[in-house]
């Protein structure tokens, strides 16, 4: 595809509930990136992936969230349990390489968390 | 601890006006600073990427400024239009194995007519 595509756009789910989102990247980018934007606030840092290394999940605010990836494709960001702080976009973003200075962004997930 | 701060956090202008959005940061070590666009829903696009050593850079009606010394980045929009009107983000990236940003909380420009 032309740019880093996300699913869904938005997602509506009870407390307590699991949800999974996910990125389609840039076909060849090797790093991708999951960010958390609250209402009104900057993005955070969840989860970082590079190739076939061990991803950097230093940004992950709890053992509810996890991410994966498969090779260098898609990735999928899973919340369980979900709380009503956990209501955000969430974004994902890559790169060609890690020394890329440009990083593409998705259009985000927006979830709301009822 | 690192951090991004901007300012103003909201901005009104009339269009065809200048206006600046500044940056200050405390992230070490340093290794680039970017400006980012972010249209409401949509996620960030990049305006300019500055290294340590770059001063200044341009992107059509967008400069961005930048003082390493001083650990200060300005962007400066020049006849703004009303397309312009967005969240500006500044972000920084610290040098090391790999890119990860940190984002400062955004301007919100309004541009009216």
């Known amino acids: 595809g032309a740019g880093v595509s996300q699913s869904p756009s938005n997602k509506v789910t009870e407390k307590g509930k699991d949800v999974e989102l996910r990125c389609d990247p840039i076909?060849?980018?090797?790093?991708l990136y999951w960010y958390r934007q609250r209402l009104g606030q900057g993005l955070e840092f969840l989860i970082y992936?590079?190739?076939?290394?061990?991803?950097?999940k230093s940004g992950l605010p709890s053992d509810r969230f996890s991410a994966e990836r498969t090779g260098e494709s898609v990735s999928t960001l899973t919340i369980q349990r979900t709380q009503q702080e956990d209501s955000a976009v969430y974004l994902c973003?890559?790169?060609?390489?890690?020394?890329?200075?440009?990083?593409?962004f998705g259009p985000g997930t927006r979830l709301l968390v009822l | 601890k690192n951090q991004v701060e901007q300012s103003p956090q909201s901005l009104i202008i009339l269009e065809g006006k200048n206006c600046t959005l500044q940056c200050n940061y405390t992230v070490s070590p340093f290794s680039n600073l970017r400006w980012y666009k972010q249209d409401t829903g949509r996620g960030p696009v990049s305006l300019t990427i500055?290294?340590?050593?770059?001063n200044t850079k341009s992107n059509g009606r967008y400069t961005a400024t930048l003082d390493a010394d001083t650990k200060q980045s300005s962007l400066h929009i020049t006849a703004s239009q009303l397309s312009d009107s967005a969240s500006y983000i500044c972000?920084?990236?610290?040098?090391?194995?790999?890119?990860?940003?940190?984002f400062g909380a955004g301007t919100r420009l309004a541009v009216h007519p």
């Open positions: 500055m290294t340590f050593s770059e």
């Open positions: 972000v920084v990236s610290g040098s090391g194995g790999y890119n990860k940003l940190i």
């Open positions: 076909s060849g980018h090797t790093a």
């Open positions: 992936f590079q190739g076939n290394s061990a991803p950097d």
């Open positions: 973003a890559s790169t060609q390489w890690w020394t890329a200075e440009t990083q593409y």
